[in-house]
């Protein structure tokens, strides 16, 4: 590769253990002597005295740098990127293979690297959309329509579908970049125009539950949650966002039926006349998670996540998610796939994706699905 490209990336092979040869394997190619680089050291030594770890001599042979490498610092995890960038001969990163630190570093050092290499080269300028509560089908087809008129001129547009909703990536290359950046701005405003109201952001890595938290903090609102098909997926988007208890008080994972009655004050007549999986359920629940809470809004679910479990009248995907939104008591029914971690995720898109467009007073809710009062 370093002889019919000009720049080439790996990725892996630089932990600790006996098959991680990548770093060697470099050593001898360009019959390099490893010498240790103090910073790194004092960085792999910092995270095991904080994580109260041992370290042993495998650890310490992260900081071992082959010479004439430049390091690329990993914040992220204790092995550190490598950066070759002699004139005459293609450019080579070395990454960790862990997907956060090689992501991390990518976008950290190995970007910036590039553009310095190769000044001349061609940029490419990249937006990200995000929705949630469509189908990519129903979004490009139904909702946003062809967009043909704009991709030229090295534009591109591109649907990336997943359990939490589509991504919509629009991007240019070109020499110029404030030019690729400019030319990006009509399609952009021709999408949002089209979406409207089920794009909740832009940023590759922004989430929903981000952009919930958000509109929760910003009208002094606090949401509680009962689940019982997602097993506690719901609390834990909610609170993978820093500052979440500004919003969030608690929530309970009531899987058994008993711990329903007993812990959130669903009724035993209505589990034994309608069942778990139910929009009876799904309404006591949400109802009990707001007044347990001590919450302004109160969410829950639960259905047949799968694989197993289904029913002619509740096959496997079944889902109600209930919400409580002051006095309004309402439940959305959902079917999904077989799949049991997609469908948790889905369940999850939906109910923060519904409470976001109530919030915001925003119609249709996700999926086309109505809500089902009392």
């Not at 109910?351 to 109505?370: A, F, G, N, S």
């Amino acid at each position: 590769g370093l002889n019919r490209a000009d720049l080439v990336v790996t990725t892996g092979g630089l932990g600790p253990t006996h098959d991680d040869v990548t770093k060697k394997a470099v050593a001898d190619l360009f019959d390099a002597d490893l010498t240790v680089d103090q910073r790194v050291l004092s960085h792999v030594k910092e995270i095991f005295r904080r994580r109260e770890l041992k370290m042993t001599p495998s650890n310490r042979e992260q900081a071992l740098i082959p010479q004439g490498f430049s390091v690329l610092f990993n914040n992220k995890g204790t092995a550190p990127g490598l950066w070759l960038g002699r004139e005459g001969s293609a450019a080579l990163a070395i990454l960790p293979g862990v997907p956060y630190e090689m992501q991390y570093l990518m976008e950290s050092a190995v970007k910036p690297a590039i553009r310095k290499r190769f000044p001349d080269r061609s940029y490419q300028v990249t937006r990200y959309l995000k929705t949630a509560g469509i189908s990519e089908s129903q979004l490009s087809e139904r909702v946003i329509g062809d967009l043909g008129s704009f991709l030229n001129n090295g534009i591109g547009v591109a649907y990336l579908p997943s359990p939490s909703g589509v991504t919509i990536r629009v991007s240019r290359s070109g020499a110029d970049l404030e030019l690729a950046k400019s030319e990006l701005d009509p399609v952009i405003r021709h999408i949002k125009q089209r979406a409207d109201g089920l794009i909740y952001g832009e940023g590759r890595d922004l989430t929903l539950s981000e952009v919930v938290g958000g509109l929760l903090r910003k009208r002094g609102l606090k949401i509680a949650v009962a689940e019982s098909c997602t097993g506690g997926f719901v609390c834990n988007e909610l609170t993978n966002i820093a500052g979440s208890s500004d919003y969030f008080p608690g929530g309970e994972v009531a899987y058994d039926n008993e711990i329903k009655a007993e812990r959130l004050g669903v009724d035993p007549g209505t589990l034994k006349r309608y069942g778990a999986v139910s929009k009876q359920t799904a309404l006591e629940l949400a109802d009990g998670a707001a007044r347990q809470f001590r919450a302004d809004i109160g969410v829950s679910t639960t259905g047949v996540a799968g694989p197993g479990g289904g029913s002619r009248d509740k096959p496997v995907g079944t889902v109600w998610i209930g919400f409580r939104f002051d006095e309004d008591l309402f439940a959305l029914k959902a079917r999904f796939t077989q799949d049991r971690l997609v469908n948790k995720e889905r369940t999850a898109a939906v109910l923060l994706e519904t409470v976001r467009r109530y919030l915001m007073q925003i119609e249709p809710y996700p999926y086309d699905l109505k809500p089902q009062g009392r």
